[in-house]
T-cell receptor
Framework: QQPVQSPQAVILREGEDAVINCSSSKALYSVHWYRQKHGEAPVFLMILLKGGEQKGHDKISASFNEKKQQSSLYLTASQLSYSGTYFCGTERGSPFQGGSEKLVFGKGTKLTVNP | DAGVIQSPRHEVTEMGQEVTLRCKPISGHNSLFWYRQTMMRGLELLIYFNNNVPIDDSGMPEDRFSAKMPNASFSTLKIQPSEPRDSAVYFC?????????????????FGNGTRLTVT
């Protein structure tokens, strides 16, 4: 059950903000966010665990609404270095709660930041 | 820390040939994942190991695909026989596994991938 990401692509000018959404039809235990630059490997950004939890990494932050089974990634005052494809990865549940440690990724959101 | 090491970086082969992709995880990591990336399907999980034991191989496309992890520092993904539709970038990733106390997955560290082209 692959999570659904939206939008599929977004183009910004440097300094503008963007929001990337990740939603699932199944209950989620946690959400991971990764960024992949062209021709490179995905790189970890952050993990969110609990409903309503928010985290920040520089000017990139995220929220996780466990009840709505969705997460959002917020990119504020975007920089050229933010360009890349953003993936959310979801865990259905802890193995100790009958879930799985399997991490399933969405198809990604391609972000382009122009000068 | 050398990171996750994959080889080869590029592989071009003809349909019907056997292909073996190799991965060396980060030392101390006890979970290893094989993903395949294509434009159409994105990042697909093929199989993952925990402490060298295959836990879930439900993502392996068919019997032509097999994966092994003979020890904590080495894993292989084999395709025999290969087909043009297997063309993709194959990533190996490793992690520390489940993190206490919530038992969620720790961050995945990806290798640089192997770009496979089957003609």
């Amino acid at each position: 059950q692959q999570p659904v990401q939206s939008p599929q692509a977004v183009i910004l000018r440097e300094g503008e903000d963007a929001v990337i959404n990740c939603s699932s039809s199944k209950a989620l235990y946690s959400v991971h966010w990764y960024r992949q630059k062209h021709g490179e490997a995905p790189v970890f950004l952050m993990i969110l665990l609990k409903g309503g939890e928010q985290k920040g990494h520089d000017k990139i932050s995220a929220s996780f609404n466990e009840k709505k089974q969705q997460s959002s990634l917020y990119l504020t005052a975007s920089q050229l270095s933010y360009s890349g494809t953003y993936f959310c990865g979801t865990e259905r549940g802890s193995p100790f709660q009958g879930g799985s440690e399997k991490l399933v990724f969405g198809k990604g959101t391609k972000l382009t930041v122009n000068p | 820390d050398a990171g996750v090491i994959q080889s080869p970086r590029h592989e071009v082969t003809e349909m019907g040939q056997e292909v073996t992709l190799r991965c060396k995880p980060i030392s101390g990591h006890n979970s290893l994942f094989w993903y395949r990336q294509t434009m159409m399907r994105g990042l697909e999980l093929l199989i993952y190991f925990n402490n060298n034991v295959p836990i879930d191989d439900s993502g392996m496309p068919e019997d032509r695909f097999s994966a092994k992890m003979p020890n904590a520092s080495f894993s292989t993904l084999k395709i025999q026989p290969s087909e043009p539709r297997d063309s993709a970038v194959y990533f190996c990733a490793s992690s520390l596994g489940l993190v206490h106390p919530e038992y969620h997955n720790s961050p995945l560290h990806f290798g640089n991938g192997t770009r496979l082209t089957v003609t």
